[in-house]
């Protein structure tokens, strides 16, 4: 068995990388030897039979700037760089890729695992839209696993969504919380445990992996906050722009937690075990 994993050094791919049981199984090259505008070479020299597809452009604000402009760096990464591992990927080479929540609009969350992802670009952001335009690119080629503001201990080459908030409190810089906007939230080594089994199973489809209850950005950081500082914390309140957050989203796992036979966390659970390992 061998499985290429792209973007093995971010915050969800390192993680995976870590936890996977056969670790000789795993292809983790560097980006000076993979390349995701032609990954072709690589692919036919070490044929893998299974790859998963970590590799994105994640940076929202960021990706804002570049809508409409398909040969900015997030279209090219997000939908031609998936698009070039379906082309370059034999049809028995197995993909499975890792997709967001906000290919959805949040007009009408939860999202279950049957509902069809937003295609009109103005209806979300551009990086939903080139998650979106990735999940159709992938088709029936492929198994999506859908993600939301993922979350793990003991990472520090970037912050994530509990440890960006506590960091800029603790500096006197957290901006208001939005206390009208539906989430949960997705705790990676849950993810890795649900990648593993979807591996070692065959399943395919779509799978949403996430807490199994939902929240709110204000509720959930001021939870952590007051856990993480041993005080009594509120966040100051703020309301959601919808035209740039779903404000209605967040993903229901009932179907997947069946199909895994897996009980996910509830998110104050995820706060806990977070907390327990930082």
């Known amino acids: 068995m061998k499985i290429l994993v792209t973007g093995a050094t971010g915050l969800v791919g390192s993680r995976f990388v870590e936890l996977y049981p056969n670790p000789q199984e795993l292809l983790t090259p560097d980006l000076n030897v993979f390349d995701l505008t032609n990954p072709t070479e690589y692919i036919n020299k070490h044929k893998p039979n299974i790859v998963v597809n970590f590799a994105a452009f994640t940076d929202v604000s960021a990706a804002e700037k570049q809508r409409g402009d398909k040969n900015g760096s997030c279209w090219q990464v997000n939908v031609e760089g998936t698009r070039n591992l379906v082309n370059a990927s034999p049809e028995g080479t197995r993909l499975i890729h890792i997709s967001s929540d906000m290919v959805f609009s949040g007009d009408s969350g939860p999202y279950k695992e049957t509902d069809v992802p937003e295609s009109n670009p103005d209806r979300l952001t551009w990086y939903g839209y080139t998650k979106a335009e990735a999940e159709r690119v992938v088709g029936n080629r492929g198994t999506i696993v859908r993600i939301i503001y993922p979350v793990r201990a003991k990472y520090d080459a970037k912050l994530d969504y509990l440890k960006k908030p506590l960091s800029l409190n603790d500096q006197g810089k957290l901006y208001p919380l939005f206390v009208d906007q539906q989430i949960n939230i997705t ?92």
């Not at 990676?188 to 089994?197: F, H, P, S, V």
């Not at 993480?228 to 914390?233: D, G, K, P, V």
């Not at 100051?236 to 967040?250: F, L, N, Q, S, T």
Request: with cysteine.
């Open 187 to 278: 705790y990676i080594d849950e993810l890795c445990l649900a990648l593993q089994k979807i591996i070692n199973d065959k399943l395919t489809g779509i799978f949403h992996v996430a807490s199994r209850d939902l929240t709110t950005p204000h509720e959930l950081i001021s939870h952590y906050i007051s856990l993480a500082r041993h005080l009594s914390f509120s966040a100051v309140e703020g309301k959601v722009d919808p035209a740039r957050y779903p404000k209605y989203g967040g993903l229901d796992t009932e179907i997947t937690q069946e199909k895994l036979g897996m009980r996910f966390s509830s998110w104050k659970e995820i706060v806990k075990k977070f907390l327990s390992t930082s």
